[in-house]
């Protein structure tokens, strides 16, 4: 079956369990809920996480909770992200913010919501031995890089980016945390509950470092294109940070890099080159 087509259907499988998920209630709260995470989305985490999963293999039906857990996250973060105290954003995927949407609170609230069924719907995914152990493992790995370690830790460092003092370290640590962590741990929780040994454990997880820079940086370079100017010049950004040029070496030298790692350990990855190389098709502003 072609790559893409396989991409598509286990897109189309996280979709289906995701409204499983988020089908109960219909208060305000729930409400808004959906709205954040069923109005559009990439859902580039949990194909990665289903991808990496697959190389050694493990079922889908036990992987799927842990990628739309991930999914979950993702869109708490957004949410937040959005709010008048973080980016304030009026827009996410061409539909009003949550908040624009629902109100402040509510999509507060909401993100909270979701999160924390994030890790309600891990705990609850049905697996046996081998797999239960490695299914603490993996609820404490979106933890540790969902929280002050990874993502939340990096948004820190985001509202206190200062262009004019930043140093190139300082940014790469700042997507690390904030953009790259949780990429990187939607490929190692698929690779830990596959039964990764150490060495495909390290590897996958270059790859994961190096697509989630990449990710970062793709974004950066598309904000960068659009015919308005940068809206928040002063905020981190690519482009804004090393200039148009040295952005597209960047992203071409991390996805070289990811792939390379994968290149290292003697595994089936068409799937996970296939969601590293679409990351160079960002001319014509379509998503992976």
């Known amino acids: 079956m072609d790559v893409r087509k396989r991409l598509k259907e286990k897109k189309e499988a996280v ?10 209630g219909d208060s305000i709260l729930h409400r808004a809920m959906r709205y954040a995470v069923l109005s559009g989305g990439k859902r580039y985490r949990p194909l990665l996480l289903l991808s990496a999963g697959e190389c050694f293999p493990v079922p889908m039906s036990t992987l799927l909770p842990f990628a739309c857990a991930l999914e979950l996250v993702h869109n708490y973060s957004l949410v937040h992200d959005d709010l008048p105290a973080m980016d304030d954003d009026d827009f996410r995927r061409g539909k009003p ?16 919501a979701l999160l924390t069924l994030a890790f309600e719907v891990m705990a609850r995914g049905a697996v046996e031995e081998p797999h239960l152990s490695r299914k603490i493992r993996c609820i404490e790995e979106v933890g540790r890089m969902a929280g002050a370690e990874g993502m939340v830790g990096g948004q820190v460092l985001d509202i206190n980016y200062d262009k004019g003092k930043a140093t190139e370290d300082y940014y790469d640590k700042l997507i690390l945390m904030k953009t790259a962590g949780l990429i990187a741990a939607s490929v190692r ?3 830990i509950m596959g039964g990764a040994d150490p060495v495909q454990l ?5 790859y994961g470092r190096n697509i989630g820079l990449a990710f970062q940086t793709r974004d950066d370079i598309l904000d960068s294109k659009e015919d308005s100017p940068l809206r928040h010049g002063d905020r981190p950004n690519s482009v804004v940070f090393f200039g148009f040029e040295e952005a597209e070496r960047r992203l071409h030298s991390f996805v070289e890099k990811g792939i390379g790692a994968l290149e290292s350990i003697s595994m089936a990855t068409p799937e996970l080159r296939c969601l590293a190389e679409m990351l160079l ?3 014509s502003g379509k998503s992976p």
């Open 97 to 112: 913010s949550c908040h624009k949407a629902y109100g402040e609170s509510v999509a507060i609230l909401a993100g909270d």
């Open 15 to 24: 979709d289906r369990r995701l409204e499983h998920f988020l089908s109960p």
């Open 281 to 283: 098709v960002y001319h």
């Open 202 to 206: 390290e590897s996958l997880s270059e």
């Open 189 to 191: 929780v698929g690779a």
